[in-house]
């Protein structure tokens, strides 16, 4: 009667439920990697353990979309430009880690007295990997490693290179193997390459500029995911591979600390691959080898090819490219898990009768084995991992980011801005309303912006961003605003601007004017009339005189991480004074995000950036006294606003 109950919709959500929050949690306790318990879980509530769930159409769903989820977020997890930077490496590891396994296996087939083709897709069972412990590099915070960027690009050309054999040998076995079959799968999957990587960010970004809305991204995002896996399939490769495109696609198309992107992934990281990881576990049945003493031998042969040739892979690039010992052993434990196309393959080469049901047990009982085994081994020696990026560093002006709030719309736009910044540094938005000491009517005044306070986390809903909430009685504005930078120990104060004839005409008065020139904490003023999503270049326009040389290194400093932040480019317009200067400042920074210097010719012309006021945020530097700013910014800031209908801001240093 309970299993019974276990098979409707009801039964089968809570049992699959209960595995995901209990088992993890267990496993835990027993210093085990939660993914871990979750394998088990699977094993011990499907047909070869307990019974309470079979192996239906229902849960292979819903395992599908967790595998195609699990590939999506590392490609989103994968910081483009230092892949662009790894990828001769990457290739080279993808081939070293396909070719090894893919001749051990084929070696192990002869022995095995399998035919030629059968051969060849046993081979490739070996030679792809499934990252299976990449959920412990994501809460490490390594997924940026020089090692595991490279260990995550040459899973997928394993991937792509494990399915083209697979399509290859099913096209053999059916009689239909040709040249012409074999050119067109790498036509097909050349142009979908390009579709995707090159044209879904350009759609992206003119949706976003076109719909500012936080369900419509989401939606957007979810579309493309698997719009991308289903071309895949259409061409004849897994939908594995597209998941995989799809990710880096939007990887370049949304802020590197997007909410989206952190709402997809929180769906697929707490549901969706959780189920994934409880079906390899269902389908296993781990006594299989007791049942007779020919699969027991075979599952050790299986074994041993499947930990030997990824060790012999991962020790070689090791050695070529000088990797430390814990980054040998991460790349060996991240790569040596068969799940994704291991599955498939024996699926297929059972069906087809490449394989019988003894070589198809034994190499189950593998994957299990190294579907343990690496999360065991990541999570020993991934801690260990250096990175060394610039943009990480906790003394940045965007550690402590302060945001007056008047409204929640007119706010939206500084907090969604306040947030990438802080979330970049691994930072804090503190978001402070002000409520005037007005005598009989203060304490209205004071609850009305509690409330205030209170709807931006649900305006803003981002689990992934600090925010502290500070409601503030003041005797004015801008004092309450200053008292709580000072009191808080703000890093930089963030306030809007409508652009108006000068500074002081702003939506709260003269308080923007009172704030810049009674602070000694840096303050950038933002007009932001266009989603951040949007954004194509981050332009920092340095004129003449505008900062001393000391101070330039700073200013380049916190664009460049506005602009990582964006996940854009960063275009750096000065006047040529200042070319030597930051050439030698952006060799100094050794970062692999771009940066383009250009020079600022001749006495600038607000009306040339007109044409660019739908892709680029536009940041003027100012510092010093009032006086300082005058005369060297004179009243550009409030012709670009007049002329410039895009996203502006001045960053101002006092000191």
């Known amino acids: 009667m309970l299993i019974e109950l276990f098979a409707k919709p009801v039964g089968f959500f809570l049992i699959v439920m209960m595995i995901i929050l209990i088992t993890p949690l267990l496993s835990e306790r027993l210093k085990l990697p939660g993914i871990i318990g979750i394998i088990i879980g699977g094993m011990l509530i499907g047909p070869h353990g307990f019974g309470l769930l079979a192996d239906g159409d229902r849960i292979q769903f819903l395992s599908t979309i967790g595998l195609v989820y699990l590939m999506f977020s590392a490609g989103l997890e994968v910081d483009i430009n230092q892949f662009m930077r790894v990828r001769t490496r990457a290739l080279v590891f993808g081939l070293i880690t396909f070719t090894v396994p893919q001749l051990m296996g084929m070696g192990l087939g002869y022995i095995l007295g399998l035919d030629w083709l059968g051969m060849i897709l046993l081979g490739s069972a070996f030679a792809s990997h499934t990252l299976i412990a990449f959920p412990i590099l994501t809460k490490l915070g390594v997924t940026r490693n020089e090692a595991v960027a490279v260990t995550i690009g040459a899973t997928v050309m394993t991937d792509i290179g494990a399915f083209i054999v697979l399509a ?17 799968l790498f036509v097909l999957l050349a142009l979908l390459t390009g579709a995707i990587i090159f044209g879904l960010p350009r759609l992206g970004k003119f949706i976003f500029q076109k719909i500012n809305s936080r369900a419509v991204e989401f939606q957007f995002v979810i579309v493309t995911l698997f719009v991308a896996a289903f071309a895949a399939e259409l061409i ?49 049945d781990p006594l299989t080898f007791l049942k007779s003493p020919q699969t027991m031998i075979v599952a050790v042969g299986v074994t041993i090819v499947a930990y030997v040739s990824k060790l012999i892979s991962a020790w070689v690039t090791a050695r070529i490219y000088k990797y430390t010992k814990s980054e040998f052993w991460t790349v060996y434990g991240l790569s040596h898990a068969q799940a994704a196309v291991t599955i498939p393959t024996l699926v297929i080469g059972l069906e087809t009768g490449l394989f019988d049901s003894t070589l198809f047990n034994a190499a189950i009982l593998m994957i299990l084995l190294t579907s343990i085994t690496s999360p065991l081994i990541v999570q020993r020696f991934a801690p260990n991992l250096q990175i060394a990026d610039v943009d990480e560093k906790q003394d940045s002006i965007f550690g402590r ?71 503030r009685m003041a005797s004015s504005h801008a004092q309450g605003i200053l008292h709580t930078a000072h009191e808080k120990n703000a890093s930089l104060i963030v306030m809007g601007w409508r652009g108006k004839r000068t500074l002081r005409e702003n939506v709260l008065g003269s308080v923007l004017d009172e704030v810049i020139w009674g602070s000694d904490t840096p303050v950038m003023v933002g007009k932001l009339p266009l989603p951040l999503n949007s954004m194509q270049h981050v332009v920092f326009l340095v ?11 700073r200013m380049l400093d916190a664009n460049l991480t506005l602009a990582k932040a964006l996940n854009v480019p960063l275009i750096v317009r000065a006047d ?29 012309k607000p009306e040339i950036l007109e044409h660019e006021a739908v892709s680029s945020f536009i940041v003027l530097p100012g510092f010093g006294s009032r006086k300082r700013v005058a005369d060297t910014l004179g009243n550009l800031p409030e012709q670009l606003a007049k002329y410039f209908d895009g996203n502006l801001a001045v960053l101002h240093f006092d000191k």
């Not at 040529?576 to 050794?590: C, M, N």
């Open 543 to 553: 004129p003449a005189k505008a900062v001393p040389p000391i101070i330039l290194r």
């Open 168 to 184: 290859v040998v099913l096209g053999a076995n059916k009689g239909g193997l040709s040249f012409g079959y074999f050119a067109q």
């Open 401 to 471: 980011v302060l945001v007056p709030l008047a409204d929640t719309q007119n706010s939206e736009g500084l907090v969604s801005l306040a947030s990438l910044l802080a979330r970049s540094t691994h930072g804090k938005v503190l978001a402070v309303s002000v409520a005037r000491d007005s005598g009989f009517q203060k304490d209205s005044s004071f609850t009305m912006h509690k409330d205030l306070l209170g709807r931006v986390t649900e305006t803003f809903n981002d689990p992934e961003t600090e925010i502290e909430l500070i409601p």
């Open 576 to 604: 040529p004074s200042y070319l030597q200067t930051l050439e030698a400042l952006t060799v100094s920074i050794e970062t692999d995000h771009p940066i383009q210097i250009e020079v600022l010719k001749d006495q600038l």
């Open 236 to 284: 004849g490769v897994h939908e594995v591979v597209g998941a995989f495109l799809a990710g880096l696609a939007v990887n370049s198309m949304l802020p590197r600390h997007s909410p989206v992107a952190g709402h997809v992934l929180f769906i697929g990281e707490s549901f969706f691959i959780p189920v994934f990881l409880l079906y390899s576990g269902l389908i296993t």
